[in-house]
């Protein structure tokens, strides 16, 4: 299969974007502002790093496959989910900027699981109608659990951008911080260019304009508005993640993420 | 499929009923709706495809290695449990006995037909009625309860928080 190689790499950015936005969800386990809510984040969480899991059992499989026979003879260890995740260092993870970015507080939180909900809702949905059966199972199963989190997320937006002058305060900066890293969702990188090409995956052109407008719907309701240089690209759009050029936050998410199987390789308990 | 294999498989299906989730365990595995087929080779192989209940499910691989210990205490050996995630799981496949157990817990069970899985927001929170006193005078607390199948509701007539199943 020719198109082996960008279908791994495309399973793989999707299963490190569920990954790494989980995997920040999960640093407010225990510290949320209030429990309910430390409750949902936590859960939002398990649901992403579920489907991360889901993502990498597909890729394992197909990497295994392709190096089946490298492999024979040799003692290289096959590849694995939890090699996979614990692993890879920095510059193999494909994950977009976005996810990667720290919590800050409560605002940036929920501003960066909006714009990664309202995106990864539009992208499943077209997902599990693609040609890959095994993509778009994960991306039937995981469209339930998105459109809660899209739910959520949306409803603390119109909360805190339309709420108190302090939390309308804290938006508004959490979208100076994060609304260069919203292009990247939408600029396809070479491997989602060949696999478009091929059909199998959908024009993402057609997604930015559903987000387009679910954003502008909910921006309109609380009380923000849409930085300049919208629609299509802004020059100073932030890039790299898919292709494996992070910001210095992917590094020590790994560090503490990762740490225990670089210390102890192979515990389990 | 041979008689001894039918057999097998009708054993296999009443072994499934005694083997419960951990984290709800009044519902067994095949209440829940997770077992999507039994099938015995003519080595006597079993075939089972099961399915998660939400993606992240915690409690997946805790039962996987309960169905396997299960079968093993009856014989068979040898047990191939294949996971699927198409067509995904849904509520819908809880059996009206599973429900009624759930209710007996302490947990409200999900209503028949699911309402509230589009994204729109502020929705009209859907009228669930209170495990312990019946009513439907409740009020959600948060759409994220205790796992990821559960919402958080408090009844306004006896006061008391409970669990609801969610709809999926």
Redesign the interface.
């Known amino acids: 299969m020719h198109n082996r190689q960008a279908l791994i790499d495309y399973t793989l950015h999707l299963a490190d974007n569920s990954l790494i936005l989980g995997h920040r969800n999960s640093e407010w386990t225990g510290y949320g502002p209030v429990l309910e809510q430390d409750i949902a984040i936590s859960n939002i969480a398990l649901d992403l790093i579920g489907q991360a899991r889901n993502f990498y059992q597909y890729a394992s499989g197909l990497i295994n496959q392709g190096d089946a026979g490298a492999r024979a003879g040799s003692r290289a260890a096959e590849v694995t989910e939890d090699s996979l995740a614990y692993l890879r260092d920095a510059w193999d993870f494909k994950n977009c900027l976005l996810a990667e970015q720290d919590n800050g507080d409560w605002a940036k939180t929920i501003l960066r699981q909006f714009f990664f909900s309202a995106w990864q809702f539009y992208l499943y949905g077209e997902l599990q109608q693609c040609e890959n059966s095994e993509l778009a199972a994960v991306g039937e199963k995981a469209l339930k659990e998105t459109t809660y989190h899209l739910r959520w997320s949306s409803e603390w937006m119109i909360r805190l951008g339309d709420g108190t002058e302090e939390s309308h305060a804290r938006m508004v900066g959490a979208l100076d911080e994060l609304w260069k890293f919203t292009g990247e969702l939408f600029m396809p990188s070479r491997y989602e260019q060949q696999l478009i090409g091929e059909g199998i995956l959908p024009d993402l052109s057609l997604l930015r304009n559903k987000w387009d407008e679910k954003v502008k719907e909910i921006f309109a309701q609380a009380n923000l508005s849409i930085p300049e240089g919208t629609g299509g690209v802004s020059p100073w759009m932030q890039s790299g993640g898919k292709e494996g050029r992070h910001t210095e936050q992917l590094g020590y998410i790994l560090a503490e993420m990762q740490f225990l199987q670089r210390a102890y390789p192979g515990c389990e308990w | 499929m041979t008689e001894a294999a039918d057999i097998s498989t009708e054993k296999i299906w009443l072994l499934l009923q005694e083997v419960t989730d951990p984290e709800v365990p009044v519902l067994s595995v095949t209440d829940l709706g997770i077992i999507r087929q039994v099938m015995v080779q003519e080595d006597g192989t079993v075939e089972l495809v099961i399915t ?1 209940t ?5 409690a997946m691989d805790m039962i996987r290695t309960n169905i396997r210990l299960a079968l093993l205490e009856q014989g068979f050996k040898k047990v191939n449990i294949t996971t ?6 849904t509520t819908d496949w809880m059996s009206e006995a599973g429900k009624e157990k759930l209710k007996a817990y302490g947990i409200a069970p999900p209503t028949a037909r699911q309402s509230v ?6 929705q009209r929170e859907e009228a669930i009625s209170c495990p312990r006193c019946n009513s439907y005078n409740t009020h959600m ?6 796992t ?1 199948c559960k919402a ?1 509701y408090r009844c306004e007539e006896c006061r008391e928080p409970f669990d609801y199943f969610k709809c ?1």
């Open positions: 998660p939400y993606s992240g499910c915690p699927v995630l198409s067509p995904a799981w899985c589009h994204p729109n927001l502020f607390i948060s759409e994220f309860g205790s990821a958080l999926h």
